[in-house]
C-alpha cells in the first residue's frame, strides 16, 4: 500500500496516510477539522483547502497542487479563477497522489458547537420502567434447600404480589455472593414488573437513568433520579457523526459510499452516549484539582477531591445507570442501531421498523448497568421520527380541543397538526439553510457566527451580535467582533431585518432603491449582495455578505415549511391556529415577530405562538419517568397520520406563492402595526 | 516475574514458566496431559512424575529434585522411599524453584477417552420452539409506507395469526436487505410464537438445533432436523474441563483456589460446545481430501471435496444452528453459565437458580445463529442436576403406575424413584472409584483399560479384554496386552468375579482359602492384593492388581447406592421394584447379572433391568423438539421431592450393612441359580 505524507497548517497536525484518499479523509484520520456541510457530495464548498507550493525541508516534503488529482467541474462553483492559481481546492475533490501541505482557511474550518439544551419543567406522573423493592429472607437450611433465585422470587412475591419474575444473566451471575454479602436482605431493582435487572445487599432507596435526545447535530443527556424524578445533571455534545456530514442525507450517503460507514458511525455516537454517561456520573462526584506533594524529598503531581463544604455526593458510577430512554430522527435512529438507513432515504421512504425498541444496553456497547435495557422510543416514518414522537408525548395535543400545529426545526421541518379527534403529520424539505449550510457564510452556532441583527429601515446601517461576545457591534471596536458567519437564528433575522428595512421586496428580490454602500455587485459573479460585516469586523479577512442566492436558499427554505403548513390545514379543514409551538433550539432563539414577518409559518396571535424548547428531550424523560408514556407514544407513532404533502395535485404552486415574503398581507393580520404599511402592502 | 524452563519427557514438550507454580499447572500450560483426576487435592496419587538429576546440555538447563519445594506429607502415601530416592514426586505437589527435566511415566499420562453416546429410539412429539412461517409481503409504496418490521409482522398475523411478536436486534440489522433480496417472499423463524430471530429470503423447509449433554467428564451433541425431528449427526468430546479435576467438587474447589477459574472453565466448556457445533455442521458438507496439483509447472496441495455419488449434502453453517437445549448436573450447569458453584458444594447444597433458562447464545459466546436462543433445562437439586431432569422427561416416570428406580452412576449417583403419585429424589456419594478414580490401577475408558473380566471359580485364573483390542487376553500373546489399568466396566465385573469364584468373602474381605499365586501380599505395605494381569501383560512394565483397599473403595461406592436406594423405598414405602433403569455409559456397560451380584442396587426381575443408555441426552433432545417438554422440566424439577439420605437417623448402620456383597441372601431371589449356593450362603 503505498503512502504519502501531509502536513496541515496551521494546525500543525501531520501524518503518512493511504495514497488516493480525499484530503478531508486525510484530514479525519489526523483529526483536523474541516468543515463538510455536505457529507462529500460536493455541493457545499465549505471544505475549501490550499495546497502550497514549495520545499519544507523542516518536514521533508516537496508539496505541489500537482501533487492532488485533477481539478473538478464541481469546484468552480466554489473557487474562483484567482483562488484556483494560489492551489485552492474543495477538500472533498482533491485526492493526495503525493506529498502536500495543505493550509486550511480560517472559514473553513469546523469550530466548536455552542450546545444549549436545558430540561424544562414539566408534569410528569412518577411510574418509572425500574422501581426498586426490598425483601429479607432466610438463609437456606437442610429442610429448606431452594435455590437462590427461588427463594428471591418467592420472597418478592410474598412481600410485594411481584409474579412470574425472570432474571438477567448478568445478574443472576451477581445473585449469589450479593444474596450472603447483604445477610439475605437485599434491594431488588426489577424491569417492567417483569425482569430482574440488579440485586444490592441492604436497603437502598436510589435508582438512576439517562432521557438522551440524539439529535443530528446535538446530543443531550438528562440524568434524573428514578425514585424522585429530580433531573441531576444535563450534559450535553456535539453528535461525533457531523464529521460524516452534517445532515441526514450526507450520513445516509456516507454509509451508502464507506463499507464499514454504518458501523462506524454507530460506533462513534456509541462512544459519544457513554461520554455523556460517564460525566453525568462524574457530576455526582466532588470536584478534583492537582496538587503538588512532597515524598521523600521528591516533588510530585496527584489529582486530590476538592468537596464544596456541608454538600453530599451521591459518587455514583456508570453501572448505577439503570434504564435509559432515547429519542431521535428515524436516520439517527437506524444508524445508531446499525439498521440499514439507505431505504429511509429513498421513496417512499419506509423505516426498518417503528415499533419503540427495548434492548439491552450491553447490547448496543453502552457503558451502563450490564443487565439494564434501553428503550428508544418509536419512529412515526421515514421522515418523522422518535424524536417527533417525543415532542408529541411531552405536548400532548391529542388530549385537548386546541387546534395546535408544532413545528420542529432542524435540518428537516417536522410538523404537526391536530387535536383530540385526529392528528397529522409531514415533513418537509426545509433544507440546512436556516442552519447556515449553503449560504455563501453560513455557520453552525460556533463562536463569532452571528446570531441577530437590526438593520436600521432610514440608514440600512447593520448591527448584530455575535456568539461568544455579549456586547453589539455598535458597542464594539471593529476588530473585537472576530465575526466568521451567521448562524440559524442571525438567518431568520436576516431576511426579516432586510425586508422590514426595505432592502428586499416581498419577491425576495434586492430593491433596485438602495440607500448603503452595504449593497453592491460582486466582482466574481456580479450577482448582488448586501455586507453584513464588514472585513475589518471578522476573523476570516472578507467582508461576511448575504448574497441574493443565499436569501433564495432561505426563501425555499421558509416556502417548504409555510406551503407544509398551508397545505396540512387544507388538508384538516382548518382555517385558524389556535397555537403555535416551536420546538428545538431553533425555537428558543426565534424571535417570533421576525418569524411572522417573513412568512415561515401561517398566521396566529403573537402570543399563542410559543417555544416548548427541547420537546423531543422532554419526552424522553416523561418516557424514562413514567412508563406509560412508552405505550402512548407506541400509539402515537401508529395514529398520527402521516401525510406525503409533496404528492399533492397544486404543490408547486403552493410552494412558489409560500416563497413571498411575507405570503399575503390579509393572512397576516397580526402584522399590522408591526410593519410600516407601505412595506405590507408592497 | 521470575521465570524457568521446564522440559517434559516423553513428550518433550518444553518452556519457560512462571517460578514458583506446580509441576501440573506448568503441564496444563505446555499441552502436556497429566492424569489428575482429584483436581489437585493430593489425594489420588495419579499425578506421579520423576524429576531428573543432570547436565542437560542439549536444552541448556540443570535438573535436578532439589530444584522444585520440598517434600510434603500428602505424597507418603503414593510414593515409597524406593521411588522417592529416585526422584519421584505428586505433580500437584512439587512446585517449580529452578529449570527441570521432568519424565512423566506412563501410569501417568492421561490417555484419550473413548466417548461413546449414540441417540436413541424415543417417541417425541413434534412441538419445537423454533418454527417456521412463509410469508408474502407487497412492497412498501407512497400510499403504504409502511416500516419492515411491521410490514413483516402485519403480513405474519393475517397468513397465520401470529400476533405481539417481537424481532431480536441482530436479526432486526438483516431484515430490510433479506426483504428485498428475497423479492417481499421470506421465510421467518419464530422462537416460542413470540420472537422472530431469524429470517430468510424466499421459502425454506427446513431448521436445525442441538441437544447438547454436558457430562462431567464427556459432552454429547446431537444435531437434529427442527422440521423432521432426524438425528443428522451426533458428536462428542471429553469435557475440556476435565484438566481442572476429574469429578464436580474438584472443579469447585478450583474455582475456590484461583481467582478467573471459574471463567476459565466456562470459557473451556463454551470452547468444547462450539468444537461440537462446528463438527455438527462440518458433518453436512463433502468429505475433503488434500491432492497434489500441478500449476505452472510448480507442484502445490490443496483440499478438495470428495462427494458420494448421489447423495445430497445440506452444507450447512453455524448460524443454521437456531435452537440448543442443554442438560448437566448443577455444578456443570453452574460453571457454564459462571455462576458461582461454591454454595452447591457446601451444605445444604442450594442452588443458584432451578428454574430452566432462556439465553441469547451469543452471550454465551457460542458459535450459532445470533438471534437464536440456548435453553438451559432447569436443576432439581444441588447434587441433582438439569441432566436428571433430562433423564425425567426422557422416561416419564411420572405418567405411570409402575414403581420405576431410575439410577443414573457418574462420579455421583443420583437416583430417583417413584410413580405417576409422587416422586422422590435423591444423590449419594459413591465417589469416583467405580470411574477408576482412587484404585491403585484405576484409569479412564482409554485403550489399554481392563474393561471385561471373568475369572474361574476352579482355578482362580484370570481372563480379561482391554479397550482397544478385540481378542481376550487368553487369546493372546502376553505382550500384546500393553494393559494399563481397569476402567469402570471392569471395575464393576471385577468384584462380582472375585466373589462368585470365592476369591473375597461377602465382608469384602479376602478368603483365607486361595487357589493360586495371584493372591499375596504386597511387600512394600503387608497388604493382601489379588493379580489380574502380569507385568509382561502390560505396558506400564508391573503387576495390575487389586488391593484390598481397592475392594473397600468399591464397596463403599456400592454400598452408598444400596443405602440409598434401600432407603429411598422405606421413604416411599416400597417393597419391591417394578423396573430398574440404568442410566449414562455406566449403564451401557453394566453387566445386569453382576451388578445384582455385587448389590449394586435392590433386588428385581432380571429381565426388567433395563439400560436406559444416555437418557439425559434424550430428555434433552425431546425438549430441543418439543417445547412442552421444558415446560413439563421446570414442572418436575419442583414437583420431585429432593430428599437428603445423611440426616436419616439410622443411615450409618444401613450404610455399613449395605456394603456387603451381596446384602441378604433373602433380598436376592433372582440371584438363586446364578451364584453357587455355597457362596450365596456365606
Given at each position: 500500500m503505498e503512502k504519502v505524507k501531509i502536513i496541515f497548517q496551521p494546525s500543525g497536525r501531520r501524518g503518512e496516510v493511504k495514497k488516493g484518499i480525499s484530503i478531508i479523509e486525510a484530514s479525519r484520520q489526523l483529526g483536523v477539522d474541516i468543515e463538510a456541510l455536505c457529507g462529500e457530495k460536493k455541493v457545499c464548498g465549505k471544505c475549501k483547502v490550499r495546497i502550497e507550493e514549495g520545499r519544507f525541508e523542516k518536514f521533508g516534503i516537496v508539496s505541489s497542487p500537482a501533487n492532488v488529482s485533477p481539478w473538478q467541474e464541481e469546484e468552480e462553483k466554489f473557487i474562483n479563477e484567482a483562488q484556483k492559481k494560489e492551489g485552492y481546492r474543495l477538500g472533498c475533490c482533491a485526492r493526495l497522489e503525493g506529498d502536500a501541505l495543505v493550509f486550511v482557511p480560517e472559514e473553513s474550518r469546523a469550530g466548536k458547537q455552542v450546545v444549549s439544551k436545558a430540561a424544562r419543567e414539566i408534569h410528569i406522573e412518577h411510574n418509572p420502567a425500574v422501581r426498586l423493592y426490598y425483601v429479607e429472607m432466610t438463609p437456606p437450611a437442610f429442610d429448606d434447600p431452594t435455590g437462590d433465585f427461588e427463594r428471591l422470587t418467592e420472597a418478592l412475591e410474598a412481600a410485594h404480589?411481584?409474579?412470574?419474575l425472570v432474571m438477567d444473566f448478568h445478574a443472576l451471575r451477581a445473585l449469589p455472593n450479593t444474596l450472603r454479602e447483604g445477610k439475605w436482605k437485599v434491594t431488588v431493582s426489577v424491569w417492567m414488573d417483569r425482569e430482574i435487572i440488579r440485586v444490592r445487599p441492604g436497603k437502598t432507596e436510589n435508582a438512576f437513568g439517562i432521557a438522551i435526545d440524539i439529535g443530528t447535530t446535538t446530543v443531550a443527556g438528562y440524568f434524573c433520579n428514578l425514585s424522585t424524578m429530580e433531573v441531576l445533571d444535563t450534559q450535553s455534545l456535539m453528535n461525533p457523526q457531523c464529521k460524516y456530514g452534517e445532515d441526514v442525507m450526507s450520513r445516509i450517503t456516507y454509509h451508502m459510499m464507506n463499507p464499514g460507514g454504518l458501523e462506524r458511525m454507530s460506533n462513534d455516537i456509541i462512544e459519544g452516549l457513554n461520554t455523556i454517561m460517564r460525566q453525568a456520573v462524574a457530576s455526582t462526584h466532588p470536584p478534583r484539582k492537582k496538587v503538588k506533594k512532597k515524598d521523600d524529598g521528591e516533588t510530585a503531581e496527584e489529582w486530590v477531591e476538592v468537596p464544596e463544604e456541608g454538600k453530599e455526593y451521591l459518587r455514583l458510577a456508570t453501572e448505577d445507570i439503570e434504564d435509559v430512554t432515547i429519542v431521535c430522527n428515524t436516520a439517527m435512529h437506524h444508524i445508531l442501531l446499525q439498521l440499514d438507513p439507505e431505504h429511509v432515504g429513498l421513496a417512499p421512504f419506509p423505516p426498518v421498523i417503528h415499533q419503540g425498541l427495548d434492548l439491552k444496553g450491553r447490547d448496543l456497547g453502552l457503558?451502563?448497568?450490564?443487565g439494564a435495557y434501553v428503550h428508544v422510543l418509536p419512529n412515526e416514518a421515514g421522515f418523522v421520527g422518535a424524536d417527533n414522537v417525543g415532542v408529541l408525548i411531552a405536548?400532548?395535543?391529542?388530549?385537548?380541543?386546541e387546534i395546535q400545529l408544532i413545528i420542529d426545526i432542524g435540518t428537516n421541518g417536522e410538523l404537526v397538526l391536530g387535536n383530540k379527534d385526529k392528528l397529522i403529520s409531514s415533513s418537509c424539505a426545509t433544507g440546512p439553510a436556516l442552519e447556515g449550510a449553503q449560504l455563501t457564510f453560513g455557520m453552525r452556532a460556533?463562536?463569532?457566527?452571528?446570531?441577530r441583527i437590526k438593520i436600521d429601515p432610514k440608514t440600512h446601517e447593520v448591527d448584530y451580535k455575535v456568539i461568544g461576545r455579549d456586547s453589539w457591534k455598535s458597542y464594539?471596536?471593529?476588530?473585537?467582533?472576530k465575526t466568521k458567519g451567521i448562524c440559524g437564528s442571525g438567518i431568520l433575522d436576516v431576511l426579516a431585518e432586510l425586508y422590514r428595512a426595505g432592502v428586499v421586496l416581498k419577491s425576495g428580490r434586492f430593491n433596485p432603491r438602495q440607500k448603503s454602500d452595504r449593497y453592491r455587485k460582486n466582482p466574481d459573479n456580479n450577482q448582488p449582495e448586501f455586507v453584513i460585516a464588514w472585513a475589518e469586523e471578522t476573523s476570516i479577512g472578507k467582508d461576511v455578505v448575504i448574497a441574493q442566492k443565499d436569501i433564495r436558499q432561505i426563501q425555499l427554505a421558509k416556502g417548504a415549511l409555510y406551503c407544509g403548513c398551508k397545505l396540512m390545514m387544507r388538508r384538516m379543514n382548518v382555517e385558524k391556529l389556535d397555537k403555535v409551538k416551536i420546538a428545538g433550539a431553533f425555537g428558543t432563539h426565534v424571535d417570533r415577530e421576525k418569524a411572522l414577518i417573513m412568512g415561515l409559518f401561517p398566521d396566529c396571535e403573537i402570543e399563542r405562538i410559543v417555544s416548548v424548547g427541547n420537546a423531543a428531550g422532554d419526552g424522553a424523560r416523561a418516557a424514562l419517568l413514567n412508563r406509560e408514556k412508552r405505550a402512548e407514544a407506541n400509539w402515537v407513532a401508529r395514529n398520527v397520520e402521516y401525510i406525503e404533502?409533496?404528492?399533492?395535485?397544486?404543490f408547486q404552486q403552493q410552494f412558489m406563492e409560500a416563497m413571498q415574503i411575507p405570503h399575503m398581507k390579509d393572512e397576516f393580520p397580526h402584522l399590522k402595526g408591526i410593519v410600516p404599511d407601505d412595506i405590507l402592502n408592497q
Open positions: 404480589g411481584l409474579s412470574g457503558d451502563m448497568n450490564r405536548e400532548e395535543p391529542y388530549k385537548g380541543e460556533a463562536p463569532g457566527a452571528i446570531e464594539s471596536k471593529p476588530e473585537e467582533m404533502l409533496t404528492v399533492e395535485e397544486d
